[in-house]
């Protein structure tokens, strides 16, 4: 099976997970060629020593770039996918596996938890992936916690400048990627049976604690969704066309 991968780590405020993390991308049955790290600033890592973790390439950045910056740097991956992950995402050890059969099936955008829009604000929304524990690859609206996709598709996220940079790249992402790229969004099979394909096996666990962009750590939760229903919005007006056909 294909393990032409570049895999992309996020860490902003989580390097207590970063070594859990590592294992499990290390101890995959489809194993990448390369791992790399992105490093946000933020008090928790900025003393933070990773030369002994062996990753092929790290960026850190001196101020915190939050949600995007890790798309940017995946255009210089020189493999056939790439595959990024949240800093509280601890993958099965045949997720990689799972993201190659899936795309060989049917191309598109891969991830962990993929939303199905229900109305035109963001909150409306139905989830798929490991929440859902899908049988069977699942289409989806938007993606998040995860990501797999082919290095070359990662270029439609940059086709139109975003509204904002604080929030919402698995909008934009989804958007101009069905708009530009003809490419839909879809959750790999996340059976019951084998949490080995699971995207995230601890997520609840750690992607629900006070750290979280969505638990309103850093803006007011009301803020949050509210940039998010813009975004939703924009996308809607832009020619986004949902599952449902959500309109304005």
């Known amino acids: ?118 109305g035109n604000l963001y909150h409306e929304h139905s989830r798929e992936g490991w929440p859902s524990l899908n049988e069977s690859i699942a289409r989806v609206d938007l993606l998040g916690h995860a990501w797999f996709l082919a290095t070359e598709d990662l270029k439609y996220m940059w086709y139109e400048r975003p509204i904002t940079f604080d929030n919402g790249e698995d909008i934009q992402f989804a958007f101009l990627a069905q708009k530009y790229g003809g490419l839909n969004c879809y959750c790999p099979p996340h059976p019951a049976s084998n949490p080995r394909m699971h995207s995230s096996l601890k997520a609840n666990e750690y992607g629900g604690d006070e750290k979280a962009s969505s638990m309103g750590r850093f803006i007011p939760i009301p803020v949050f969704y509210a940039q998010r229903t813009a975004l939703v919005r924009e996308a809607l007006a832009g020619g986004w066309k949902t599952i449902n056909n959500i309109l304005l």
Request: hydrophobic share 35%; proline share 3%; net charge negative.
């Open 1 to 118: 099976m294909n393990n032409d991968i570049t895999v992309i780590l996020n860490l902003y405020k989580r390097p207590h997970y970063l070594e859990e993390q590592l294992s499990a991308i290390r101890s995959q049955t489809v194993k990448p060629k390369e791992i790399w790290l992105w490093i946000n600033d933020a008090d928790e890592n900025r003393d933070l020593d990773v030369s002994e973790y062996g990753f092929d390439r790290v960026f850190r950045s001196s101020t915190n770039m939050k949600f995007h910056a890790r798309f940017s740097i995946g255009l210089l991956a020189q493999t056939e996918y790439v595959a990024l992950f949240d800093d509280d995402t601890i993958p099965g050890d045949m997720w990689l596996e799972n993201c190659v059969s899936s795309i060989q099936t049917k191309h598109g955008i891969y991830g962990g938890v993929g939303c199905i829009m229900e």
